[in-house]
């Protein structure tokens, strides 16, 4: 029996255990009493801490949108990723490439395109915990126990600083009770899915509580490799702890102390042939397939391995309550992520060219290693009619990489057939390119709100911010270089919101802000170009509200934001002598100013206490001014400016988003059935800065049906019993689309992920 099998029959007889061991308990309860007449509720509030400090959602004055911890076990929501299907419109989540070992994340169109060098920044600032996470390799490692998911829309360059121009997804996760309790997760789904996760709270001792989060998911391939022993594509296996700690040695003082570690191996989406080249469809070799829709088996087997993600690191938040009116805090965080890449995601579907006994298959093979230390000290205080927050804030990181694109396969004299390289003839072959880049960071910053009358907030904020990068590019094609680059930015970043609360239920705003990404250079170059920061000047107006005795909420939000100095990327494919094809890629500034504009609304309506509706819409218009298009000049090699239009990437036009919950109390012992449906609707999309082709529109439904809080034992043990579904209707489309190629193949694209499902239990205690 292997291990894999042993795996899957404990997490079947965890089940079982939770089904059958509960019955006895259950026919044990005493009979229910008459269920009471269902008492009207409003509409849940929703605590936040994007102030730095708890507020009710609807009384801060930012365009925001929050998961819970029930909303994203609703949606099945395991990692990052899996919010890539439009569950907060604004907020758009996709691969790097075809990659899962790598995230691209956008709000309001800031979505950085190739920012998974070490020495490219990311436009919008992800957050655990409110330490700064640097880079997007990790970033689809799984989620532990989440409390709430918080996206600030717009620049928050006063209080979440760094590089946070389009915004901050905060991840916010459950601290110790020093209570002991806690649940234990088990799961089996289609495509060999197992997950389980188990969350222990210990009572406190000496004042020390401690907590406990174990987590592992498991899929197999959902698209298969014909070639045996290798790993297909869209598979994961994830899996990690973390430990934490709370101690209050006095009233007033509380120290956190958590160490985490995980671990992600997966593979990429395959990436297939949707178009052909009429030029190129004689010669195009019999056995490869295109243009049939998303493949549940690949035409072309390659050697492919998981790519392994690895991240960890530890966080100290201390925060001492001085008086009522003023807390001191201290976040001190030290975090590393590395990540081996084995990407064959193309096979014959990204060859720009077909020739007898000639190699081709792409694999696409890199290192990268990350260490960051951050520090930030915080007074968080009030008084008289003023609450203020102020800060000094400090990050350090260095991260390098090495690549190499060598090609596994070669086809036979007659391109009717192929054979496999032998693979120590390139696995440990040279280095086609390598860099390193450090960045430091310094910050202060301090942001108060003043409210002369009982309904009218005046906050005026401002960050001040000094970067400094260099790097080095010390290998090119194969070669010795020592390219460098050096840079150093600072800025002021000022923030400004006049609020006023109309009624105790309707609370209007305006908001001015600034916010910037900063510059770097590009490892994918040729010379490692460097190119400078871009910026960002925001004009926000919303409007929040509840009304019918709170049972709908509405919120609405407008923007205008002129982006100045855009960064955007030209990519191009290069077949290189050796047969290999290199990836250039150059990112420059683009001149002028580009610009978005948007409206967001947000609904929620509870009719009744059993049933919750909700609606959110994005509209985003954007332009970007065309480009200097530095790669093909220098392939012209004329001497010629060439100028090109350019696209914001992964932002829909129109994104849409609703929900639907609704609760049956039966047994009469806390028990209820729940159901949840999302659907998500995206418009079409670009994909690539440089490239004038679309992803498909979208319309992903997702499901789960739960028995829910089934008394087990008069220990009070609860069980749930779920089944879920993902892209329930199993629609497919490209989300991703290329025509890098389209003059010498055809367009290769990446489809969504078919319909998973599956069963889980749970057990609360």
């Not at 390193?436 to 907030?457: E, M, N, R, V, W």
Request: hydrophobic share 35%.
């Amino acid at each position: 029996m292997t291990t894999k099998t042993i795996v899957r029959a404990s997490l079947l007889a965890g089940v079982a255990v939770c089904l059958f061991g509960s019955v006895p308990a259950m026919a044990a309860d005493a009979p229910a009493a008459p269920a009471a007449p269902e008492a009207e509720a409003p509409v849940d509030e929703i605590v936040v801490t994007a102030t730095k400090r708890e507020t009710n959602l609807q009384d801060t004055p930012i365009s925001m949108a929050v998961l819970g911890n029930e909303a994203l076990k609703e949606r099945h929501v395991q990692s990052l990723i899996d919010l890539g299907d439009g569950a907060i419109p604004s907020l758009r989540i996709s691969t790097f490439e075809a990659r899962q070992s790598a995230l691209t994340i956008g709000i309001r169109g800031i979505v950085p395109g190739d920012a998974n060098q070490p020495a490219r920044e990311q436009g919008v600032g992800v957050y655990i915990d409110g330490v700064y996470l640097g880079r997007q390799h990790g970033l689809n490692a799984s989620l532990f126990d989440v409390e709430r998911i918080e996206v600030l829309k717009g620049p928050q360059g006063t209080l979440f600083g760094r590089n946070t121009e389009g915004g901050a997804l905060s991840i916010v996760t459950k601290a110790p009770t020093g209570e002991f309790g806690g649940r234990v997760t088990a799961g089996i789904g289609n495509y060999g899915q197992y997950n389980s996760q188990l969350h222990l709270d210990l009572p406190a001792i000496a004042n020390i509580a401690f907590k406990i989060d174990g987590v592992i998911q498991h899929q197999d391939p959902t698209i298969k490799n014909p070639l045996a022993g290798q790993a297909g594509w869209n598979q994961y296996h994830r899996y990690g702890g973390r430990v934490t700690a709370r101690w209050k040695p006095v009233d007033g003082l509380t120290v956190d102390l958590s160490f985490d570690k995980s671990r992600d191996e997966n593979t990429p989406f395959y990436s297939q042939l949707v178009t052909v080249n009429p030029s190129v469809l004689p010669k195009l070799p019999s056995i490869i397939d295109y243009g049939y829709g998303r493949a549940t088996s690949a035409d072309i087997g390659v050697p492919q391995q998981p790519s392994v993600d690895k991240t960890q690191g530890f966080t100290s938040t201390i925060k001492y309550k001085v008086s009522p009116a003023l807390e001191l805090r201290s976040i001190t965080a030290w975090r590393t992520v590395s990540d081996e890449q084995w990407d064959n995601s193309g096979g014959a579907h990204r060859t720009p060219v077909f020739k007898a006994n000639t190699a081709f298959s792409r694999y696409s093979l890199s290192n990268l290693d990350q260490r960051q230390f951050s520090q930030e000290l915080q007074a968080v205080g009030s008084f008289d009619k003023i609450d203020y927050v102020a800060g000094l804030y400090y990050f350090s990181e260095r991260a390098n990489d090495a690549a190499r694109t060598p090609n596994t396969n070669l086809w036979n004299s007659t391109l009717t057939g192929y054979s496999i390289i032998d693979p120590s003839t390139y696995v440990s072959a040279t280095v086609a390119r390598a860099s390193i880049a450090y960045a430091k960071s310094y910050a202060a910053y301090g942001q108060a709100t003043y409210s002369p009358i009982d309904p009218l907030h005046i906050t005026l904020g401002g960050r001040y911010t000094k970067d400094k990068k260099n790097g080095t590019l010390f290998t090119v094609n194969g070669a010795a270089t020592n390219f460098t680059f050096d840079q150093s930015n600072s800025r002021f970043d000022p923030l400004a919101i006049v609020a006023f609360d109309v009624t105790r239920d309707v609370n209007v705003y305006a908001k001015y802000s600034t916010g910037y990404r900063a510059g770097g250079a590009s490892s994918r170059s040729l010379n490692y170009r460097q190119f400078g920061p871009e910026s960002v000047k925001s004009y926000e107006v919303g409007i929040k509200s509840e009304f019918l005795d709170r049972k709908v909420r509405l919120n609405l939000a407008g923007y205008i934001m002129d982006r100045k100095d855009s960064q955007v990327d030209f990519n191009f494919f290069i077949p290189q002598p050796n047969g290999t094809i290199r990836n250039t890629l150059e990112t420059v500034n683009a001149a002028g100013i580009t610009k978005i504009r948007g409206l967001e609304a947000d609904l929620t309506v509870k009719p009744i206490n059993s049933v919750s509706l909700g609606l959110s819409y994005a509209y985003t218009y954007t332009r970007v001014p065309a480009a200097e298009n530095t790669v093909q000049e220098a392939l012209n090699g004329d001497g010629k400016p060439v100028f090109q239009d350019v696209f914001i990437v992964f932002t829909p036009k129109n994104a849409l988003s609703g929900t639907f919950d609704y609760k049956l109390p039966v047994g009469g012992a806390g028990a209820e059935v729940r159901l949840h449906l999302d659907g998500n609707y995206s418009d079409p999309m670009y994909t690539f800065d440089n490239e004038p082709v679309k992803s498909d529109k979208s319309f992903i439904v997702n499901a789960r049906l739960s028995l829910a809080d089934i008394q087990m034992s008069n220990g009070g043990q609860k069980l749930t019993v779920s089944a879920w579904a993902r892209n329930l209707f199993n629609e497919a489309h490209i989300y991703r689309r290329s025509a890098a190629n389209a003059a010498t193949l055809g367009d290769y694209a990446n489809y969504n992920a078919a319909r998973t499902y599956g069963v889980d239990a749970t057990v609360s205690f």
